[in-house]
């Protein structure tokens, strides 16, 4: 079975890719990586690649909100490189949200909107929740929600392919780049990563 539309947002990776698999398994090789700093499977590679260049260009973030966490790929990467971090998990799927409370539950694990989870945040999480398949409307929607919890930096992901909207739309003062070599980037292709310091105001909402 190949990678299914995301309840949530609709989205379909393109290539598409086998699904994860989601269960026990999938939560004990978590727990090995975080905890016992196992060799980390092909699924985790693109989290990896990027929190070792982010620990480079940033001070670890003591609090980080993951907006649409979906199968929990960034907690194992973000836990091992900034191990004291508080880690909150945000996602519409109830199942995913469910389970990790049950198996993983000295994290944080909020069902729903971004506006339920308790902040402040020093660094914000967007990889691969703001695609071109969603509509405006709701992209902004997401955006302003991230906005209110004020984190200090916010690291974005986006298909380098698209040409719909793009986070520059809502946010200012990128300071780093980062382009994914395609041996790193794991089950997502064609991803580019942004860094952004949140300094400047949102630009005005399109008409």
Not at 10 to 17: K, L, M, R, W
Not at 143 to 157: D, G, H, T, W
Request: net charge positive; hydrophobic share 35%; aromatic share 12%.
């Amino acid at each position: 079975m190949l990678s299914p539309e995301c309840p949530a947002c609709g989205y379909s990776p393109e290539p598409a890719y086998d699904p994860a698999p989601f269960g026990d398994l999938w939560i004990r090789r978590m727990r090995d990586i975080i905890y016992k700093n196992a060799s980390k499977s092909w699924w985790f590679t693109q989290p990896t690649y990027v929190c070792k260049w982010l620990s480079g260009i940033i001070k670890a973030p003591r609090t980080v909100l993951d907006v649409g966490c979906g199968y929990g790929r960034w907690l194992p990467a973000m836990m091992s490189t900034f191990p004291k971090t508080v880690y909150t998990g945000v996602d519409r799927i109830a199942e995913h949200i469910s389970q990790y409370k049950e198996k993983m539950p000295e994290f944080n694990w909020v069902l729903g909107d971004v506006s339920l989870a308790d902040g402040p945040f020093d660094l914000a999480l967007i990889m691969g929740t703001l695609n071109p398949k969603m509509e405006y409307a709701k992209q902004d929607k997401l955006m302003r929600a991230v906005l209110a919890k004020n984190p200090k930096q916010i690291l974005v992901s986006f298909d380098r392919n698209s040409t719909g909207i793009l986070p520059d739309e809502w946010l200012g003062n990128k300071i780093a780049t980062l382009e994914i070599p395609k041996d790193e980037q794991g089950p997502m292709q064609n991803v580019v990563v942004w860094l952004y310091h949140q300094h400047r105001q949102r630009r005005q909402s399109r008409q």
